[in-house]
T-cell receptor, first 110, second 115 residues
Framework: QQPVQSPQAVILREGEDAVINCSSS?????VHWYRQKHGEAPVFLMI?????EQKGHEKISASFNEKKQQSSLYLTASQLSYSGTYFC???????????FGKGTKLTVNP | NAGVTQTPKFQVLKTGQSMTLQCAQD?????MSWYRQDPGMGLRLIHY???????DQGEVPNGYNVSRSTTEDFPLRLLSAAPSQTSVYFC??????????????FGPGTRLTVL
C-alpha cells in the first residue's frame, strides 16, 4: 500500500524552508527518501530506521515518528538545486517490499 | 562498477507484442525490484526479488512476469503488451543489513511506448 505524501507540490524562493510529510497506515520498519530530477533516476537522500538510526546526507534532515507511522523531510535554506520530485518509500514490518508514495514536486525559484 | 544497468533505453511496441526489459547489477545485491512510473502516480512496485530463485509480486504485477536465476540479473517480461503498459520502468537493487534495507540503487530507466 502506497504511503501518502503531502503536499503534492511546493513552490519556494531561494532561501526559504519546506517540510514534506509521509504517512502510512501500517507499522513501519524504515522510511526512505529520494529525489528525482526530470528525466533522471531517483537519487538516495536518507533512510530512517525504527529505533532512531539514520543514514544519509549530512545536509538533509528528517524525522520518523514510529508510533504515528509518519516521517517528515526538512529542507532548510533551499537552493535552486533542491528542485525536483521527492519520494518517500516505506518498508513495512514483516514485509520485504519497499513501496513508494506518489511524490512531492518541489520548485525553487530565484 | 557499472552499478545498475537497464536495456533498452527506449522501446516502442505494438499491442500484443512481447518483450523483455533487461536489468543487471554488479554489486552483489540480493534485493532487486522493478517499478513503473506514470505521471501523478509515483513509483509503483511491479515485482521484487530477495535473492536468486525468489520472486514476489508488488502492487501492480498484472501483465508482467519476472525470474531471478542469478544474483546479477532480473529481467521483466511483458507477454502481451497493452497501451496501459506505456510507462517509464526503473530497476533497482539494494542489500540488507541488521537495520533493514539500505540505499536503493536505481538504473537509468527504460521508456516504453505501446501503440
Amino acid at each position: 500500500q502506497q504511503p501518502v505524501q503531502s503536499p503534492q507540490a511546493v513552490i519556494l524562493r531561494e532561501g526559504e524552508d519546506a517540510v514534506i510529510n509521509c504517512s502510512s497506515s501500517k507499522a513501519l520498519y524504515s522510511v526512505h527518501w529520494y529525489r528525482q530530477k526530470h528525466g533522471e533516476a531517483p537519487v538516495f537522500l536518507m533512510i530512517l530506521l525504527k529505533g532512531g538510526e539514520q543514514k544519509g546526507h549530512e545536509k538533509i534532515s528528517a524525522s520518523f515518528n514510529e508510533k504515528k507511522q509518519q516521517s517528515s523531510l526538512y529542507l532548510t535554506a533551499s537552493q535552486l538545486s533542491y528542485s525536483g520530485t521527492y519520494f518517500c518509500g516505506t518498508e513495512e514490518g514483516g514485509s520485504e517490499k519497499l513501496v513508494f508514495g506518489k511524490g512531492t514536486k518541489l520548485t525553487v525559484n530565484p | 562498477n557499472a552499478g545498475v544497468t537497464q536495456t533498452p533505453k527506449f522501446q516502442v511496441l505494438k499491442t500484443g507484442q512481447s518483450m523483455t526489459l533487461q536489468c543487471a547489477q554488479d554489486m552483489n545485491h540480493e534485493y532487486m525490484s522493478w517499478y513503473r512510473q506514470d505521471p501523478g502516480m509515483g513509483l509503483r512496485l511491479i515485482h521484487y526479488s530477495v535473492g536468486a530463485g525468489i520472486t514476489d509480486q508488488g502492487e501492480v504485477p498484472n501483465g508482467y512476469n519476472v525470474s531471478r536465476s542469478t544474483t546479477e540479473d532480473f529481467p521483466l517480461r511483458l507477454l502481451s503488451a497493452a497501451p496501459s503498459q506505456t510507462s517509464v520502468y526503473f530497476c533497482a537493487s539494494s542489500y540488507k543489513t541488521r537495520g533493514g534495507y539500505n540505499e536503493q540503487f536505481f538504473g537509468p530507466g527504460t521508456r516504453l511506448t505501446v501503440l
